[in-house]
């Protein structure tokens, strides 16, 4: 059957507009995909763990550091009282290692020896008195001895009282007779003075003789006085028998040296002081802010001078070798992205030159274009951001540049 001319132009025509569609759609698919974001860097901050006063700022803004380097110096007064404290803490518990190990000394020993010896003299008088109170309970007539023996006593005080008095008298009379203000006068009123005390003195002698007297009259006339004194001067002795045994215990324990117990307390307690002391230690040394890694200094909060807070960031860090570019893509052409994809990316400041990139994250869920990416028609799109790494050896890019990226 043959077609007719208007058939075949018709056919040709409809061949001609296909073509044209499918040829239309191949250059749209082949168009690539562009995208524009903010190059970023993975930045570090850095905060202090406790207050102090900022002394030294050895970092710039902009300034290239190495790892380990000094950023900022801190001081606190504190700290250092810290560490103070703990020296001294190191310093005594070695001082009582080194005498506990030394045990016994010779002028440890000298003195408790010494302790015992006179322990032992009280004991022996204590018992010398129990005796003699017994002595008394079973023999009056032994009481009836120290009465008279008390009441010559008593006499020769009231004798002594009188010479004193005596004395007195005649030095005051004889300082009355001298000229007033004389270097004479002044003398004999220094005899005066010592005359009163002698004076007094002798009274006091005078009393304490009455009240043995009045005592000992008193046992005589209650014999139950006797048999308490009698109670009395045994608990006395028995007590001082308990504080020889002490003391000789005491002697005992020191000529027999430093028990283990007692060294390895000793070595335990210099063991924590010598801890303490290296953390009062580290905690200073953390007073010195150093780099984490080679990188720049992006931003620094304080000068000299000012006082830094605990856990408030003081210096901002980024390793500007590699930056990283995040650009948004429609949800319609996410399909055309993948990890590992390259890109190529310009910024404003080399307008001329491409950086080439590395697709390196795909965000899980989309988000609206953020406001500084798009215009305000492509803002009311949801995106998927899409995270480009950027080797940058010669460090160029900076964070906050604006970047165009063309995906491959």
Same mark, same amino acid.
């Given at each position: 059957m043959k077609m007719r001319r208007s058939d075949i132009t018709v056919t040709v025509l409809c061949l001609s507009l296909l073509i044209a569609v499918l040829a239309g759609r191949g250059?749209?698919?082949?168009?690539?995909?562009?995208?524009? @974001?903010?190059?970023?860097?993975?930045?570090?901050?850095?905060?202090?763990?406790?207050?102090?006063?900022?002394?030294?700022?050895?970092?710039?803004?902009?300034?290239?550091?190495?790892?380990?380097?000094?950023?900022?110096?801190?001081?606190?007064?504190?700290?250092?009282?810290?560490?103070?404290?703990?020296?001294?803490?190191?310093?005594?518990?070695?001082?009582?290692?080194?005498?506990?190990?030394?045990?016994?000394?010779?002028?440890?020993?000298?003195?408790?020896?010494?302790?015992?010896t006179v322990a032992r003299a009280e004991m022996d008088g204590a018992e010398t008195a129990w005796q003699r109170a017994l002595l008394a309970l079973r023999e009056p007539q032994q009481l009836d001895e120290q009465i008279l023996t008390a009441q010559t006593e008593v006499a020769l005080a009231a004798q002594s009282v009188n010479l004193a008095a005596a004395k007195h008298e005649q030095a005051r009379s004889e300082a009355d007779a001298a000229a007033w203000g004389s270097t004479e006068r002044r003398a004999l009123e220094f005899e005066v003075q010592a005359a009163e005390a002698t004076l007094a003195a002798a009274r006091a002698d005078e009393r304490a003789a009455q009240l043995a007297l009045q005592h000992l009259q008193a046992m005589r006339t209650k014999p139950l006085a006797l048999q308490a004194a009698a109670n009395s001067a045994e608990g006395a002795y028995r007590v001082a028998v308990a504080a020889l045994a002490v003391e000789q215990a005491r002697l005992d324990d020191l000529q027999a040296g430093a028990t283990a117990e007692e060294l390895a307390a000793a070595e335990a307690g210099l063991r924590q002081a010598q801890a303490q002391r290296k953390l009062a230690q580290a905690r200073l040394d953390r007073l010195t802010l150093r780099a984490p890694t080679n990188g720049t200094v992006v931003a620094l909060m304080v000068s000299a001078?000012?006082?830094?807070?605990? @856990?408030?960031?003081?210096?901002?860090?980024a390793d500007l070798g590699e930056v990283f570019l995040t650009v948004y893509v429609p949800a319609s052409r996410l399909g055309e992205v993948r990890l590992g994809q390259g890109a190529d990316v310009t910024v404003d400041s080399f307008p001329s030159r491409s950086f080439e990139g590395q697709v390196v994250h795909i965000a899980a869920e989309a988000q609206y274009t953020p406001r500084n990416v798009a215009t305000q028609e492509e803002r009311v799109n949801t995106v998927y951001g899409v995270k480009i790494r950027l080797p940058n050896p010669e460090g160029l890019l900076k964070p906050g540049m604006a970047g165009d990226a063309v995906l491959r």
């Open positions: 250059a749209l698919a082949e168009e690539p995909l562009r995208a524009s @974001g903010v190059v970023q860097a993975e930045e570090v901050r850095i905060a202090s763990e406790f207050q102090g006063a900022v002394r030294q700022v050895p970092a710039q803004p902009g300034g290239q550091v190495a790892q380990g380097q000094v950023l900022l110096v801190l001081d606190s007064q504190m700290l250092q009282a810290g560490l103070q404290q703990a020296e001294a803490a190191v310093q005594t518990a070695q001082a009582e290692l080194a005498r506990v190990r030394a045990r016994p000394r010779a002028e440890e020993v000298a003195i408790q020896r010494a302790e015992v001078g000012e006082t830094a807070l605990p @856990g408030v960031t003081l210096v901002t860090m």
